[in-house]
């Protein structure tokens, strides 16, 4: 598609008597579906063909925020869905409290991917904006297992998705995903920013600062959470990649047609081009871009980014 001339240009056109150029089309997946001028909440309609922009502006004009306790609030999110969030976190509540939204180009992915009756996982759930996202995609056929090890969080994905009304196709596992199941985990987050909780190390000393937490919850396979069919699963565990992806073997193995989203950094992996390459050897190697779309990547742009890929893994077309 040819790129319209910038507004300089334009304008030049415009004094020398030449007739503006045409407006560029609109985007492939862009509909004739206004949001209510009302306020009233979004429909999913709407949220799955709403230009990008319209949707963060849509969902910003509908956001709200009320303080619950000391340290919870009530927002609402993508101008559609409640959603409680904990006021102490200064990385991602501020954004769901005066935007609405997280990650456009992740939700839009979900928006046009998640089906009805499907299986998913949520493995790294946070307070389950995705959670929340995909039970309703699913519907009351499908089924939704969000997997959060921070209790707080995890308390709050159950929460959020009983105060939508989707308690009856979910469930939050309160376990870290990994390669074995059943031993006790070392996890480690900040009460000001618990979305990069992680794994560490036991033993290893606790800085004293107020803020960091440091627990021991259960390790668990993904394979040993589900039985039977999944379709889609997003995983988020910031630098549990590895062991996540040792714990899904029979999963992956069992389920041709899968499509699995997971954030991969190499620079939290110990053996980052061994986990590729079998990474790799399942699935041709496909990221999800800023934009949105799915694009073509290879092992060495991965290996050499500081930044995360976020992989999309799937054996068909998408």
């Avoid at 297992?145 to 159950?158: C, D, K, S, T, W």
């Avoid at 699963?233 to 899968?258: H, M, Y």
Wanted: glycine fraction near 8%; hydrophobic fraction near 45%.
């Amino acid at each position: 598609m040819t790129e319209p001339p910038p507004p300089w240009r334009r304008a030049l056109g415009k004094l020398a008597g030449a007739p503006p150029p045409p407006p560029p089309p609109p985007a492939p997946h862009s509909v004739a579906v206004a949001p209510p001028a009302d306020g009233s909440l979004l429909t999913m309609e709407q949220l799955q063909n709403l230009s990008r922009t319209v949707l963060e502006n849509a969902s910003r004009i509908r956001c709200q925020a009320v303080q619950v306790d000391p340290s919870t609030v009530l927002c609402r999110v993508l101008g559609r869905y409640k959603m409680m969030v904990d006021g102490r976190d200064v990385a991602l509540a501020p954004h769901l409290m005066l935007d609405g939204y997280w990650e456009m180009w992740t939700t839009e992915f979900m928006l046009r991917t998640v089906k009805p009756g499907m299986v998913v996982l949520d493995v790294g759930a946070n307070l389950g904006y995705f959670s929340i996202l995909m039970a309703e995609l699913v519907g009351a056929e499908g089924r939704l297992i969000a997997v959060e090890p921070n209790p707080r969080l995890a308390q709050l994905a159950e929460r959020n998705l009983a105060l939508n009304g989707f308690w009856h196709q979910s469930r939050v596992e309160r376990v870290a995903a990994g390669d074995a199941s059943g031993q006790a985990l070392a996890f480690r987050f900040l009460t000001s920013d618990p979305k990069n909780g992680r794994l560490v190390k036991a033993g290893g000393a606790v800085p004293d600062d107020g803020d960091t937490v440091e627990i021991a919850v259960p390790g668990m396979r993904i394979d040993d959470l589900v039985t039977g069919r999944v379709d889609f699963i997003k995983i988020d565990v910031e630098g549990a990649e590895e062991q996540a992806w040792a714990g899904l073997t029979r999963v992956l193995d069992a389920n041709s047609d899968i499509i699995v989203l997971m954030e991969f950094n190499a620079l939290r992996c110990r053996a980052a081009e061994a986990t590729l390459a079998d990474i790799a050897a399942r699935f041709p190697l496909r990221e999800l871009g800023l934009d949105g779309q799915v694009h073509q990547v290879a092992p060495p742009a991965i290996l050499e980014r500081r930044e995360d890929t976020m992989l999309v893994l799937a054996r068909g077309p998408l």
